[in-house]
């Protein structure tokens, strides 16, 4: 009988690449070189790398070559786009042109907690990585999104359609279309309302497939009204339909990598 090799999950990192490190290296994904040695193991960042943290761009470099690292020993490491990522884009992409809201691009990704050395360091294989991640993921029965925000649904009705859409986007110069997409992210917390929350997320379960959707985006402290600095697990809710893994690294929170399948333990 084959051995199931075990698929992690980690929330918003936000630039925090020590502490990522840390976490990585407390579940054996890394060692003390910061190689991948978790062998067949898979790894998925759920989006938001960046931002908010002082090193963005160590923590884009660092999924990349663990990308490579754990391919070659038929491991997997991906992420997800996460609002963030799309961010820094733009601001790359756009600069101090008008978003049609009375800013810029350039001061929207700086009032989000844009880090300027962050955008002085991007380079074209950070450039071509970022607009090539999904915005969707099927793994195992699992649904990954970034964010829990009902965005997704205008972009197509199967995980593959929103990709192929949003990627497209990405590829093209439309601002207005770059900035109806990162006001669409605003959003959040649209499956955290008693009924009306179990029934979105069933909706979207039944749309693009999987028994359990699973997001950051929303740090988990924000939902429970609590300090940051309590939060040790993923959060489950609407009934079991839904998992968030964002830990609230940036706000001080102790972080955590996550296994599936989650405990059926509710908060």
Avoid at 44 to 65: A, T
Avoid at 236 to 258: E, I, K, M, P, T
Wanted: aromatic share 8%.
């Amino acid at each position: 009988m084959a051995t199931q090799h075990p698929t992690y999950v980690i929330g918003d990192i936000h630039g925090q690449f020590k502490r990522l490190v840390g976490l990585l290296q407390s579940v054996g994904l890394i060692g003390d070189a910061l190689q991948w040695t978790g062998g067949a193991s898979t790894l998925w960042f759920m989006g938001d790398l960046v931002d908010r943290g002082p090193d963005g761009i160590p923590v884009i470099d660092l999924v990349m070559r663990l990308q490579a690292e754990a391919a070659a020993v038929n491991g997997c490491v991906a992420s997800l786009l996460g609002n963030h990522e799309m961010l820094l884009l733009a601001a790359y992409r756009f600069g101090r042109r008008s978003t049609g809201l009375g800013s810029s691009f350039l001061s929207k990704w700086k009032r989000n907690g844009g880090n300027r050395k962050d955008l002085a360091s991007l380079k074209l294989e950070h450039l071509g990585w970022l607009a090539n991640l999904p915005a969707m993921a099927h793994v195992d029965d699992h649904l990954f999104i970034h964010a829990d925000a009902p965005l997704y649904l205008k972009y197509g009705r199967s995980v593959q359609e929103v990709n192929a859409a949003i990627k497209d986007l990405l590829r093209r110069s439309d601002s207005l279309a770059w900035e109806e997409l990162l006001e669409d992210f605003v959003r959040r917390g649209i499956f955290y309302s008693d009924r009306h929350g179990e029934v979105l997320a069933q909706r979207f379960l039944d749309l693009y497939g999987g028994q359990c959707l699973v997001h950051g985006h929303t740090p988990i402290s924000y939902m429970l009204g609590c300090q940051p600095k309590k939060v040790t697990r993923p959060l489950l809710y609407a009934g079991g339909r839904c998992v968030n893994v964002d830990s609230g690294l940036y706000l001080g929170g102790h972080g955590f990598v996550s296994r599936l399948p989650f405990s059926s333990e509710e908060h």
